[in-house]
């Protein structure tokens, strides 16, 4: 895997994809920044998010469970004093499917944070990651 991050002014990077995507970062104001763009630690806190929800969702596709939607929200701490590394991360699952249980969802859910995660089983080394969810019906 492979990426470019090219500085562009002030606290503002463009970051490359070795698949050929790119993302903006910049810093806050009082760092340099205008605001223009996500913050490095908030890419890190969406990718462990989008590292573990694709998990579910692939993990309750390939089991042929009905799945309609995934929202997943995360909450994180950092340290107060530098580095300020995530201490905390809660992510909670909202799945909506058609004829879901909850002990389908909580086993996608496990699976992912056990095994599959490699972001939050990575992050797991430095941060107390916690894991919850709901399941709702699809109309």
Not at 64 to 81: G, I, S
Request: hydrophobic content about 40%; glycine content about 10%; overall charge negative.
């Amino acid at each position: 895997m492979k990426a470019r991050i090219k500085w562009v002014e002030n606290a503002m990077f463009i970051g490359e994809s070795g698949s050929g995507h790119a993302v903006v970062m910049d810093g806050a104001p009082e760092a340099g920044g205008r605001n223009l763009g996500v913050r490095p630690m908030e890419l890190l806190l969406i990718g462990m998010g989008g590292c573990s929800s694709f998990d579910v969702v692939h993990i309750l596709r390939k089991g042929r469970h009905d799945v309609r939607n995934c929202e997943t929200l995360l909450e994180a701490q950092r340290a107060e004093t530098d580095p300020k590394v995530f201490t905390r991360i809660h992510l909670h699952f909202v799945v909506t499917g058609k004829g879901l249980t909850e002990a389908v969802v909580e086993r996608a859910v496990r699976l992912s944070a056990e095994k599959y995660c490699s972001a939050s089983i990575m992050l797991g080394k430095a941060a107390e990651i916690t894991h919850d969810f709901e399941v709702l019906e699809a109309d």
